[in-house]
């Protein structure tokens, strides 16, 4: 993993440290070590420590690193909460090399630059600023591997903190916004599904089990119950797509046209409004296939099976007005409009943890995953304004 630019040489404005994190490709099939331990050495040289908490593979690692309020205190304060990995580019035409960053009318070009590059350089330009402050209370830096797969890198770390006591009291995770607020996010769970059927040639199909048929009937059902809640809700109409949707993504199966294909897999997911338990969507699935799939399958072969596996998962951020980070970032983005979102973040990760949280970070979400990602440099300043406010906020007042 090569970067651009010298890792004993750390930028001095938050536009070069964003440049320096687009540099690492850190796509969620590669490993983010690169750029964990480059910010861990520039942590180190501020004088702080870092714990790092690694995938089984120990080729991915979360960072988090506490800057401590000035009577020596480590526990409550605020979490300032970044993902590492980005999205592959494979296939997209981009103007220019998304890991070598371009400024071009007004824009920070480059994979990650919104999501969420732009808020991890911003906070690591900030320390600095943060360390030279007298804080009454503790500042959290997060920053974890595999969001973009489900969110699985930050559990690891949420679990460590939870062990250690550290309790923060609040967390402003820093997915693009428009530094808008937002409140609420659904739910996200993945799934693979494996349809084991029986080969032969084709011109004998009674002799084999066609795993791709049935596999498109459970693809349907699943179609089926996305239309139930699409038409019957619940609603929550202050979200984007105010109903818990369900979609099959991806699918894989046969090997020759003659041939009755003995396997077929692929995977879907739903995504649940905050309030809706994301158990019994599940059990309505499984259900299908054991009262109707199965049956049909084994009269005609009794070695059929289907498996079902659990890719990722991760809850809703339930909206809580009378936390006080909701009231507070509200307060510092003068914005109290109530915006909820389809898509997912690790806040309500930190939220089941007992960690009150709320989104809130610089560049457009419809900018993300596209080719030429960028960030408005606006964005960027606005978010330097906003992080200086809350880090005031934080102070020992005079």
Known sequence: MTALFDPTVYPSNSVDWIKKLIAYDTTSRESNLGLIHDVQTYLHLQGLETVLTHDESGRKANLFATIPAADGRRTGGIVLSGHTDV???????????????????????????????????????????????????????????????????????????????????????????????????????????????????????????????YAARIITAIRELADDYKSLGPYDQDFD??????????????????????????EFEYRNLPGVDPEPILDEIREFIESQVLPAMRREHPNAAVELEKLASAPGLNPDEQAAITKLVRELTRDETVRKVAYGTEAGLFQRAGVPSIICGPGNIEQAHRPDEYVELAQIEQCEQFLRALIRTQAIQA
């Open 87 to 213: 999205v592959p580019v494979d296939g997209q035409n981009w103007t220019s090399d998304p890991f070598k960053p371009e400024v071009r009318d007004g824009r920070l070009y480059g994979r990650g630059a919104c999501d969420m590059k732009g808020f991890v350089g911003v906070t690591l330009q900030l320390v600095p600023e943060i360390l030279s402050t007298p804080l009454a209370h503790p500042i959290h830096l997060a920053y974890s591997y595999d969001e973009e797969v489900g969110c699985v890198g930050a559990p690891v770390m949420i679990d460590e903190l939870v062990r250690r006591g550290v309790n923060p009291d609040g967390c402003v995770v820093g997915e693009p916004t428009s530094m808008r607020t937002i409140v609420a996010h659904k739910g996200i769970n993945a799934y693979r599904c494996r349809v084991h059927g029986h080969a032969a040639h084709s011109s004998l199909t009674p002799k084999g089990l066609n795993a791709i048929e």
């Open 241 to 266: 797509v105010p109903f818990t949707t369900l979609q099959t993504s991806m699918i894989r199966g046969g090997i020759a046209l003659n041939t009755v294909p003995d396997l077929c897999e692929f």
